[in-house]
């Protein structure tokens, strides 16, 4: 199988229903066992859909890339958004009691939960959002 | 993802079915819990049983149903959690924020008590 794909998707929702169908793919042929490949299809949802919505701000003349690789027995996502930048200090503690009612603001918290690894690397011409994931 | 509206004893039980993940299946959800609190339903159990994973978008949506429906006067328990995402409610201490049930009966008996 190929060990490396990569997409580029419009910002709107069905950006991520397709990354995650992506990924499944990718997963099952890497014989990801089922829970491994839940935790990655949760992540790769959360970080396309923050790409979507806070990065590109679903504006339609920008896009999301989503780089699936496999190497060294790890499958490394990238995500990247054009958005002008994600800063992920800026986000408000969603373990906080004052905020644990809040609709939003979980998706990086559960992503650096069911990851082994995670990078968020923001830059003027967007963010992108690196994730690891050993099988 | 595919919804499915029982009556037990009065509690409104939405059998929830696939993976909920946002977009057209969270506006779905959002619109039903919503639906139930015009029509002045406010037990309400959502039934995990067949939900393959959620991520925080759907529990989003759970979350504005449980405080609409508790300004009202009302509730949203959980019930048949699968392994997934009691996982997920644990990182997000959400179990902390809904009454989380083993199966429909005692989520449903719950409001009697």
């Known amino acids: ?14 950006a991520v ?7 499944e793919k990718f997963t099952r042929k890497l014989d990801f066992d089922e829970d491994q490949r839940v935790d990655v299809a949760i992540a790769i949802t959360e970080a396309v859909n923050n790409a979507v919505e806070h990065g590109n701000r679903l504006q339609a003349d920008r896009t999301v890339t989503v780089r699936l690789e496999w190497r060294d027995s790890r499958l490394v996502i990238t995500v990247r958004d054009q958005g002008e ?9 969603p373990l906080s009691p004052e905020n644990l009612t809040r609709p939003d603001g979980r998706g990086l918290l559960i992503v650096r939960s069911l990851m082994d690894s995670v990078e968020v690397n923001p830059s003027s011409e967007g963010t992108e959002v690196v994730m690891v994931k050993k099988r | 993802m595919q919804i499915r509206h029982s009556d037990n004893q009065g509690v409104a039980v939405l059998h929830l079915q696939g993976k909920i993940m946002g977009g ?8 039903k819990l919503h639906e139930l609190i015009e029509e002045g339903q406010l037990k309400v159990v959502v039934d995990l049983e067949d939900v393959d994973w959620m991520n925080s978008s759907g529990l989003g949506i759970l ?17 048949s ?6 996982e997920v409610l644990h990182i997000t201490k959400l179990d902390r924020v809904f009454d989380v049930f083993g199966d429909i009966d005692s989520a449903v008996e719950s409001y009697s008590s």
Do not use: C
Request: aromatic letters at 4%; charged letters at 35%; a negative charge.
């Open chain 1, 85 to 93: 930048g994600f800063d992920p200090d800026a986000i408000d503690d």
């Open chain 1, 17 to 23: 229903v397709k990354a995650e169908r992506l990924v």
């Open chain 2, 81 to 86: 959690v699968t392994e997934k995402i009691d």
């Open chain 2, 63 to 79: 979350i504005g149903g449980l405080s609409a429906l508790r300004k009202s006067g009302g509730d949203l328990k959980l019930a």
């Open chain 2, 24 to 31: 057209p299946d969270a506006t779905s959800l959002h619109e």
């Open chain 1, 1 to 14: 199988m190929k060990t490396s794909i990569e997409k580029r998707y419009p910002s709107n929702q069905d």
